[in-house]
């Protein structure tokens, strides 16, 4: 018996010590920790249960048969996060590069259908150089099945991508099917073809870096949700994270006990806009004196910056909260805040996650860049994923509510549950210059006649009693009692029941 028991404790140390302490040491020195180094940071101590640490390729092509290392490129398992069931796998970089074989791609299979079975969230991290090259159709055929999963469980169970290496070919599509993916900074790069083959292609020289490194993809591209400075930082955030988030799309998040009180209030908010309604001022300011403990954690806060994504809490329930940003392009609606957007109000809504929204929007972005770019496409999702959104919808415009953007901010017309606003509102067609040119074209010119009609425009319009008279507002807060008004709120829909009609699935405008 001491025999086996010996010779089991070898063959998992052996699997323990993947490709080895020199290729664990190139990790290091490029700044990376190990695929089970990460484990032990990214999961609570002693949680981790590894499956198929004994799995071996079974390819016997170019001298494969030769090599083979217990694991095969990728940690798997389950484990918990502040004590909540998640499961994960963590490509090993130092086996064979991390690259996908048959064998690799069924132990991320099966931890995809035990995260879908069993109701919760699943973690990839990836640190790999794509498809096992020496393996051909079996790995293509192995990321396939995982595509297919990452789409059954998406909508069902969270499930979130962390770049923390290389990620190319094969290895980008799963990520981008998953709900969240996050990078690190400098030493993280994802693209679908590399440097090499974009230079034999297209002539272009670009680094790694530059290509598909995470400050591109976390602010130009919008393929990240956000970047981080190190591995440490990353699986810490994660954490955070998941702590947000359902365990699965029937489960509410559990409520988290907070000091800060439900009827706390912020008289500073009192002068939070203002008083030239074309200075900017900086939203996150309010999602941040509104949540509980003022913890916000952003999603894609350096991309489409003119609107402002991510979680927070009220009353310790989970919130999405979504908000134009005065700071970035006046708060306009484009191509990229609306498609940012449109994904954060599915994933809520997919989950039941509450969505608070702060309205501070002039419209959307006039030019031919933007509708040469499918802005009536792009601007249409956002539309479309808060009038489908079943979730409770809690809204307050805080200055502008301009034209079709005010319709899209979950206005009352589209099934808004809640809708305040600030007595600094202005909700109009547009602004009351553009207004007023139009309406006394005659009048151009006459600068004080303009000056009278804006004026007169202005009178109307800019202020929220028009709206709220027609019931389109349900009332005008003080700014100070925003977050005391919205815990209300949001309690009398503890229990909402709203669905839409059945259907196979939507017609998102893609
Ligand atoms: C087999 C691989 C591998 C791969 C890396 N390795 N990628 N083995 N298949 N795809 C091995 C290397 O041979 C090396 O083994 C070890 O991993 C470390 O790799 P290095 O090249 O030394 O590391 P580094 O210099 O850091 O470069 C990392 C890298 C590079 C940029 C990822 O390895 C690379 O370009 N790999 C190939 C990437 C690629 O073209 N993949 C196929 C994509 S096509 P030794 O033993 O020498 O140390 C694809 C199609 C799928 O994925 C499509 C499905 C939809």
Same mark, same amino acid.
């Given at each position: =018996?001491?025999?086996?028991?010996?010779?089991?404790?070898?063959?998992?140390?052996?699997?323990?010590?993947?490709?080895?302490?020199?290729?664990?040491?190139?990790?290091?020195?490029?700044?990376?920790? !190990?695929?089970? %180094?990460?484990?032990?940071?990214?999961?609570?101590?002693? !949680?981790?249960?590894?499956?198929?640490?004994?799995?071996?390729?079974?390819?016997?092509?170019?001298?494969?048969?030769?090599?083979?290392?217990?694991?095969?490129?990728?940690?798997?398992?389950?484990?918990?996060?502040?004590?909540?069931?998640?499961?994960?796998? +963590?490509?090993?970089?130092?086996?064979?590069?991390?690259?996908?074989?048959?064998?690799? *791609?069924?132990?991320?299979?099966?931890?995809?259908?035990?995260?879908?079975?069993?109701?919760?969230?699943?973690?990839?991290?990836?640190?790999?150089?794509?498809?096992?090259?020496?393996?051909?159709?079996?790995?293509?055929?192995?990321?396939?099945?995982?595509?297919?999963?990452?789409?059954?469980?998406?909508?069902?169970?969270?499930?979130?991508?962390?770049?923390?290496?290389?990620?190319?070919?094969?290895?980008?599509?799963?990520?981008?099917?998953?709900?969240?993916?996050?990078?690190?900074?400098?030493?993280?790069?994802?693209?679908?073809?590399?440097?090499?083959?974009?230079?034999?292609?297209?002539? %272009?020289?670009?680094?790694?870096?530059?290509?598909?490194?995470?400050?591109?993809?976390?602010?130009?591209?919008?393929?990240?949700?956000?970047?981080?400075?190190?591995?440490?930082?990353?699986?810490?955030?994660?954490?955070?994270?998941? $702590?947000?988030?359902?365990?699965?799309?029937?489960? @509410?998040?559990?409520?988290?006990?907070?000091?800060?009180?439900?009827?706390?209030?912020?008289?500073?908010?009192?002068?939070?806009?203002?008083?030239?309604?074309?200075?900017?001022?900086?939203?996150?300011?309010?999602i941040r004196k509104t949540a509980d403990e003022g913890d916000f954690?952003?999603? *894609?806060?350096?991309?489409?910056?003119?609107?402002?994504?991510?979680?927070g809490r009220l009353?310790?329930?989970?919130v999405?909260f979504?908000?134009?940003?005065?700071? !970035?392009?006046?708060?306009?609606?484009?191509?990229?805040?609306? @498609?940012?957007? *449109?994904?954060?109000?599915?994933?809520?809504?997919?989950? !039941?996650?509450?969505?608070?929204?702060?309205?501070?929007?002039?419209?959307?972005?006039?030019?031919?860049?933007?509708?040469?770019?499918?802005?009536?496409?792009?601007? +249409?999702?956002?539309?479309?994923?808060?009038?489908?959104?079943?979730?409770?919808?809690?809204?307050?415009?805080?200055?502008? *509510?301009?034209?079709?953007?005010?319709?899209?901010?979950?206005?009352?017309?589209?099934?808004?549950?809640?809708?305040?606003?600030?007595?600094?509102?202005?909700?109009?067609? =547009?602004?009351?210059?553009?207004?007023?040119?139009?309406?006394?074209?005659? $009048?151009?010119?006459? %600068?004080?006649?303009?000056?009278?009609?804006?004026?007169?425009?202005?009178?109307?319009?800019?202020?929220?009693?028009?709206?709220?008279?027609?019931?389109?507002?349900? $009332?005008?807060?003080?700014?100070?009692?925003?977050?005391?008004?919205?815990?209300?709120?949001?309690?009398?829909?503890?229990?909402?029941?709203?669905?839409?009609?059945?259907?196979?699935? $939507?017609?998102?405008?893609?």
């Amino acid at each position: =018996m001491k025999d086996v028991l010996e010779q089991l404790d070898a063959k998992r140390q052996a699997a323990r010590a993947g490709g080895g302490e020199k290729r664990v040491l190139a990790q290091h020195e490029k700044g990376k920790l !190990s695929a089970r %180094e990460r484990i032990e940071v990214l999961l609570d101590d002693g !949680s981790f249960e590894e499956f198929d640490m004994f799995v071996e390729h079974q390819c016997s092509d170019f001298g494969m048969d030769e090599k083979k290392i217990p694991g095969d490129g990728v940690v798997t398992g389950s484990g918990t996060i502040n004590g909540r069931l998640v499961y994960l796998f +963590a490509k090993d970089f130092t086996v064979f590069g991390g690259s996908l074989s048959l064998a690799h *791609a069924k132990k991320i299979m099966k931890v995809q259908d035990a995260a879908l079975r069993n109701g919760a969230p699943i973690l990839g991290l990836f640190d790999a150089g794509g498809a096992r090259i020496q393996e051909g159709v079996d790995a293509l055929g192995g990321y396939a099945e995982i595509f297919q999963r990452n789409v059954l469980a998406s909508g069902v169970v969270p499930q979130i991508s962390v770049i923390m290496g290389p990620c190319a070919g094969g290895d980008v599509y799963s990520p981008a099917m998953t709900d969240f993916i996050f990078m690190v900074k400098d030493t993280s790069y994802m693209y679908v073809t590399g440097p090499d083959v974009v230079k034999t292609v297209t002539n %272009e020289v670009v680094t790694h870096e530059e290509l598909g490194g995470a400050s591109i993809h976390a602010k130009k591209s919008g393929v990240a949700d956000g970047a981080f400075e190190n591995d440490i930082e990353a699986l810490v955030q994660m954490r955070r994270l998941v $702590d947000f988030l359902p365990l699965n799309n029937r489960e @509410k998040v559990p409520a988290r006990p907070s000091y800060d009180k439900p009827d706390r209030i912020e008289p500073s908010l009192d002068t939070l806009v203002p008083p030239n309604p074309n200075k900017p001022y900086d939203i996150k300011e309010l999602i941040r004196k509104t949540a509980d403990e003022g913890d916000f954690f952003e999603i *894609a806060p350096d991309y489409a910056t003119n609107i402002v994504t991510g979680f927070g809490r009220l009353e310790g329930q989970t919130v999405g909260f979504v908000a134009n940003q005065p700071m !970035s392009l006046a708060g306009v609606l484009d191509i990229d805040a609306s @498609k940012k957007g *449109a994904r954060f109000v599915r994933f809520c809504d997919a989950f !039941s996650i509450p969505i608070v929204t702060f309205v501070d929007v002039p419209g959307f972005l006039p030019g031919t860049k933007q509708e040469y770019g499918g802005l009536i496409k792009h601007g +249409a999702k956002l539309l479309f994923a808060y009038a489908e959104a079943t979730v409770p919808k809690l809204t307050v415009i805080t200055r502008k *509510a301009y034209g079709g953007a005010y319709d899209v901010m979950a206005s009352k017309h589209l099934r808004g549950d809640i809708n305040y606003a600030w007595p600094t509102a202005e909700i109009a067609v =547009m602004g009351a210059k553009g207004a007023a040119e139009i309406i006394h074209r005659a $009048d151009l010119g006459d %600068e004080e006649k303009m000056a009278a009609h804006t004026k007169e425009y202005e009178d109307r319009f800019a202020n929220p009693f028009v709206a709220a008279s027609r019931g389109y507002l349900d $009332d005008v807060i003080q700014p100070r009692s925003t977050r005391v008004r919205l815990i209300k709120a949001l309690r009398t829909l503890k229990n909402k029941n709203l669905s839409n009609p059945w259907k196979k699935h $939507d017609n998102l405008p893609l």
